[in-house]
T-cell receptor, first 115, second 110 residues
Framework: SAVISQKPSRDICQRGTSLTIQCQVD?????MFWYRQQPGQSLTLIAT?????????ESGFVIDKFPISRPNLTFSTLTVSNMSPEDSSIYLC????????????FGPGTRLLVL | DAKTTQPPSMDCAEGRAANLPCNHS???????VYWYRQIHSQGPQYIIH???NNETNEMASLIITEDRKSSTLILPHATLRDTAVYYC???????????FGKGTLLTVNP
């Protein structure tokens, strides 16, 4: 299985600011994803990070609020822009070696608190 | 929406087998059953998956009924560290999207 790290592991931010979260994988993977888990809730897919092209966003999520980069096959970033307290969540990246590889692995998550 | 139904919570005694049920009555022929668990807001951990045959690995066993409308995850000898939220998910192999429901909070008691 892939080893996934995320930075930062947690942060406390002021409303109106932005935070960029990094996801690093120890091997090249085809698919990378970003999820959000709001307090007491289950995980929700934000977007698929596509290498060399714009991310594919799920309904309810937009690029202006959650810009994503994927410069290569082992790294991606998610930015939470113009934050409000409602953005307080755990943000998780996940990877799959190739579509149809059958198993998706998750990073440890980034805990974000917006004051 | 999640295509699975799980009990919100279960208890199990340490050292005993934990049997976690999942209903997926609308599962289609090309959809797999996946199980993940999440320990206290850590990232979800993959446990096991299967299509129609029973599966076993070092963590757990997955029993899928013949009609594939339900399944059971079995942790053979539960420990306190198995206390977590367990998610049952159905997914097409070619569809990357994992739709998480609310899962089952398994509490293993000493």
């Amino acid at each position: 299985s892939a080893v996934i790290s995320q930075k930062p592991s947690r942060d406390i931010c002021q409303r109106g600011t932005s935070l960029t979260i990094q996801c690093q994988v120890d091997s090249q993977v085809t698919m990378m994803f970003w999820y959000r888990q709001q307090p007491g809730q289950s995980l929700t897919l934000i977007a698929t990070a596509n290498q060399g092209s714009e991310a594919t966003y799920e309904s309810g999520f937009v690029i202006d609020k959650f810009p994503i980069s994927r410069p290569n096959l082992t790294f991606s970033t998610l930015t939470v822009s113009n934050m409000s307290p409602e953005d307080s969540s755990i943000y998780l990246c996940s990877v799959e070696a190739s579509l149809g590889q059958e198993t998706q692995y998750f990073g440890p998550g980034t805990r974000l608190l917006v004051l | 929406d999640a295509k699975t139904t799980q009990p919100p919570s279960m208890d199990c005694a340490e050292g005993r087998a934990a049997n976690l049920p999942c209903n997926h009555s609308t599962i289609s022929g090309n959809e797999y059953v996946y199980w993940y668990r999440q320990i206290h807001s850590q990232g979800p951990q993959y446990i096991i998956h299967g299509l129609k045959n029973n599966e076993t690995n070092e963590m757990a066993s997955l029993i899928i009924t013949e009609d594939r409308k339900s399944s059971t995850l079995i942790l053979p000898h539960a420990t306190l560290r198995d206390t977590a939220v367990y998610y049952c998910i159905v997914r097409e192999r070619s569809n990357y999207k994992l739709t998480f429901g609310k899962g089952t909070l398994l509490t293993v008691n000493p």
